[in-house]
Structure formats: C-alpha cells, structure tokens
C-alpha cells in the first residue's frame, strides 16, 4: 500500500477506535500501516497535526456535503444532529475536535453555511457567530458526557437530596440531546424576535 496522509489518517482513526484518544500514539499508528514511525513525518508533522487532520476528516465524512433545507431552526437543528453523529462515530470524537484546531475547508464550508443562514434569518454577523458557538459547544460538551469513560454520579444521599434521587443517573440520553437542543433553538428564535 502507498503510504499517504489519507491513509495516515484513517489509520489513526481506526486505531482511535480501538484505543482511544489517550493511547493513540504516530508509533501505534505506524505499526498499523506497517512501517517505521519516521515515515508518517512525510504526511502529518507530529501529533497535534494528526489530530487536526482526523477531526477534519471527520467532519468531511460526517457533514462534508450536508444541505439542510427548510426554515432556519430547522436547518440549525439539522447541522446540531448531524454534528453530534459525526462525534458519536469515532471513540472520544468530541474530544478529538475540541483538541484540533484546524482550518480546512469542510469546517470553514460548515461554518460559512450556518452564518450564512443565520445571518439570512435576521441575525447580525456577531450574534450569528454567538449562535453558532452556543449550538457547536452545547452538542460537543454532550457529546463529551456522553462518551466519558469515568462514573457520572454518585447516587446522591435520598433524604438530603430527594429531586436528585428521583431525577436518577444516565441522563445523557438522546431524549435529553433533543430536548436541551429544542430549548437552545428556541432561545434562539426569541433572540432573533428581540432584534
């Protein structure tokens, strides 16, 4: 197989499912493509690039060639879904895209798209960009509860605290993305009526 930075990077990808984004190591990633370490320097500079490279192939297979359609909430709440499965399709994918920092232009298309939407809907350029961090943080910060390997709660003491008791644990549910999605998209709505 020739050795490119798309192999590179699904390489790393797949090896991310299987490890983590803590193990993921240019070594394991070069054992996968069977080749020595220093070979991977031709396509990715060092981690931090592969990580960059991974949340933009990520968001290229994920919502690349999204076109929402319909009215503006409706295409808000479709890139906020399809986000969240494109995080939910990789082990640690939140994390992944909260650790790069990456300009190509699948995220810069995405990006553009949603303001352009925005903006079109009402929104000033600044609060169109406030709105979309709002979305893009509420979904990466559920996300990254969702695929957190560490205990949620303790079970909270029943007699101090009955509303936590009777609310129970493992409420990162699809339900609950749907519902705080609902209230920030309505948030939204009544903002851009403020105006």
Known sequence: MKLSR??????ALELLDEVGLD?????????????????????????????????????????GGLAPDGAWMDQLGDIA??????????RDGARV???????????NRLGELALRMLTSAGFTTQDAM????????????????????????????????PLLTAAGTGNHTPESFKYGLEL????????????
């Open 81 to 90: 879904r399809a986000y969240r499965q494109t995080l939910l399709s990789h």
């Open 6 to 11: 798309d192999a590179v990077v699904r390489a």
């Open 184 to 195: 920030l998209l309505s948030g939204l709505r009544l903002a851009r009526l403020s105006v």
């Open 130 to 161: 406030r709105a979309l961090v709002a979305l893009i943080s509420y979904v990466s910060g559920f996300v990254a509860d969702e695929q957190s390997s560490r205990p949620r709660y303790e079970e909270p003491d029943p007699v101090l605290f």
């Open 23 to 63: 193990d993921l190591t240019l070594r394991g990633v070069a054992e996968r493509l069977d080749v020595q370490a220093p070979a991977l320097y031709w396509h990715v500079r060092n981690r931090q690039d592969l990580i960059d490279q991974m949340a933009a192939a990520m968001i290229r297979d994920g919502i």
């Open 97 to 107: 895209l909260a650790e790069s920092c990456t300009a190509d232009p699948a995220v």
